[in-house]
Nanobody
């Protein structure tokens, strides 16, 4: 499977960006897509995830209410809508995939083994 992120860029604080994660080469219909980010000098941070089976989602507290994950199963694409961006949201954003049923919000327990190359998001003050 190949994951490709897009949509990153430079935005002012308070603005919005929409990232996409396009999956190709899928070998199953049931999977979870997770979003992560890593800022310079910091550990990778979990943002949230979505299950293909029931489109249930999970969000980390740091982004809850500002970020929304959605999926278009027909296009094998998952989006990350980021609103009210803050300087602290500056990071490289990655999507990742794990096969299997992860419905009812259980995608947060997935073991993500396939990763995209990442896309840079920079929020200026």
């Amino acid at each position: 499977v190949q994951l490709v992120e897009s949509g990153g860029g430079l935005v002012q604080a308070g603005g919005s960006l929409r990232l996409s994660c396009a999956a190709s080469g899928l070998t199953g219909d049931d999977y979870a897509i997770g979003w992560f980010r890593q800022a310079p000098g910091k550990e990778r941070e979990d943002i949230g995830c979505i299950a293909s089976s029931d489109r249930s989602t999970y969000y980390a507290d740091s982004v809850k209410g500002r970020f929304t994950i959605s999926s278009d199963n027909a296009k094998d694409t998952v989006s990350l809508q980021m609103n009210s961006l803050q300087v602290e949201d500056t990071a490289v954003y990655y999507c990742a995939l794990d096969y299997g049923l992860h419905g009812s919000g259980w995608c947060r327990f997935a073991t993500f083994v396939s990763w995209g190359q990442g896309t840079q998001v920079t929020v200026s003050s």
